[in-house]
């Protein structure tokens, strides 16, 4: 019984220890901004806490005035704490946030409608800056289903990140739920990718110091990966409705350990749960298969996107044995990859980033396939998850042809119009009241001024000159 009693201590003791070793390479950002709008209490999510905007401790809401804070009072079951409450803004409004770690931030806005005696959020219209940068213009696309998060990577070399909300003239009010905002590790943006265009493949620069929307992030041939499984907190989505070749493919899951090296892909850049499984082209006798994997990817027209593919080999018996081509937009991003020749290693993740420009059809698509150095008998090609995110063109914008300026300026003219009208409304009740003062005035005069009847007795006179003193 004593050695049993022993055994169990030392694998309490093991678990203990291998639990520490796990949560000190848990990624712990500098600046960690986790906002509850319109909630007086905090909230906790995926063991993450959520702080009240109302919560009388310090908060980033620069002035409260003109916003009102909603309450659902029938919330869907199942549905997060922090979609109970929202931050309604009446006119523009900040959140201005204090940044101790300058760099690349990483800014999720969520939103969820719901209907209150005073407001129905389906009506709201607004736009949103982001230090500077348009990321949402006339924003009206929430269902009432699902919540709606859209993040964001935002540059940032100041001392606090400001998040403005401004309301449309059509609806008059804007609102958001919650808000994040949390310093990005230094290797998840680079500053240089691949641009692959019809002419030639070129560096890229300056990336990190682009505004970038998350636009897909895909867990390729594997389930969804919920924020929690997430060192980041981030959500991937299945690939199944982007896939378009359904043959001479098939999925697969590891149940080994992903090695992440020094130098190399880390877990904020991809977790386990999405580098364990995969799409895999297999050569099964003594030939290899011609065919691609495709995925196609709907995008907006205008715009570049930065692709960034993540491999794994999962697959392979030895190293060495696989070699495959990667394409972005029908172009040939890169030739006879060798992830082991990189790695050095089985299992080890490796990513690439490409910048691309959507087409005029606005679609963008990804191929993975056998190359001319591939052997038969083995994987002849692998791909592990996709993310796609846009780039903000030359208005400074992620969303339309228009500045952070022209937003503001909208909202002053739309206020002068409501001013100038206020004023001509007061102007003309002045009008009115001065024309009425005067007749009143002039009927006065000519009641006590006018002449007097002959006829018209001594007493009578007395009466009316009396009545005309008093006045």
């Not at 019984?1 to 220890?17: A, D, T, V």
């Not at 739920?177 to 990718?193: M, Q, R």
Request: aromatic share 10%.
């Amino acid at each position: 019984m004593e050695f049993l009693h022993l055994n169990l201590l030392s694998c309490l003791l093991l678990l203990c220890i291998h639990t520490l070793c796990v949560s000190s390479h848990l990624f712990s950002p500098v600046d960690n901004h986790l906002i509850d709008c319109g909630s007086v209490a905090a909230t906790t999510i995926d063991n993450r806490q959520f702080v009240g905007d109302l919560s009388g401790k310090k908060t980033p809401l620069s002035s409260s005035a003109g916003t009102i804070s909603l309450r659902n009072e029938n919330p869907l079951p199942g549905l997060a704490a922090i979609y109970h409450t929202a931050r309604i803004f009446r006119s523009p409004s900040n959140y201005v946030f204090p940044i101790r770690d300058k760099g690349t931030h990483m800014v999720r806005l969520h939103f969820h409608v719901f209907n209150s005696p005073e407001l129905h959020l389906a009506d709201a219209q607004f736009h949103v800056l982001v230090n500077g940068y348009v990321v949402l213009s006339n924003f009206s696309r929430v269902h009432a289903e699902n919540p709606r998060i859209i993040e964001y990577f935002i540059w940032d070399d100041a001392e606090k990140l400001v998040i403005m909300f401004v309301p449309t003239h059509n609806s008059k009010f804007a609102f958001v739920n919650a808000i994040e905002v949390i310093s990005a590790p230094k290797d998840l943006v680079p500053d240089t990718a691949q641009y692959v265009s019809s002419n030639n493949i070129e560096n890229f620069d300056g990336l990190s110091k682009q505004a970038l929307e998350v636009v897909y992030r895909v867990n390729v041939g594997g389930p969804k990966v919920t924020p929690f499984n997430d060192s980041l907190w981030r959500t991937w989505i299945p690939d199944d409705e982007f896939f378009k070749s359904k043959s001479e493919s098939e999925k697969l899951f590891f149940g080994g350990r992903i090695k992440y090296q020094v130098g190399g892909a880390s877990r904020e850049v991809g977790p386990d749960n999405m580098y364990n499984s995969a799409r895999l082209i297999r050569s099964r006798n003594d030939s290899v298969p011609k065919v691609n994997m495709t995925w196609e990817f709907p995008v907006i027209g205008g715009y570049k996107y930065l692709v960034r593919m993540h491999f794994c080999d999962i697959a392979s018996i030895s190293l060495g044995l696989l070699y495959f081509n990667v394409y972005v937009n029908g172009y040939l991003a890169y030739a006879d990859l060798d992830l082991t020749y990189i790695t050095g290693s089985l299992a080890s993740p490796f990513y690439a980033d490409f910048v691309v420009d959507a087409d005029r059809l606005g679609t963008l698509n990804v191929m993975v396939g056998p190359s001319n150095k591939s052997i038969p008998y083995v994987i002849d090609g692998i791909l592990n998850g996709v993310e796609v995110m846009k780039l903000n063109n030359s208005y400074n914008s992620l969303d339309g042809e228009v500045c952070a300026g022209l937003v503001l300026k909208s909202w002053s003219r739309g206020n002068m119009g409501l001013f100038l009208t206020l004023v001509a409304a007061v102007c003309i009740v002045l009008s009115i009241s001065i024309v009425i003062r005067r007749r009143m005035i002039g009927s006065r005069e000519s009641f006590q001024w006018s002449r007097l009847p002959v006829d018209v007795s001594g007493n009578h006179v007395k009466i009316s000159s009396f009545h005309s003193e008093g006045k």
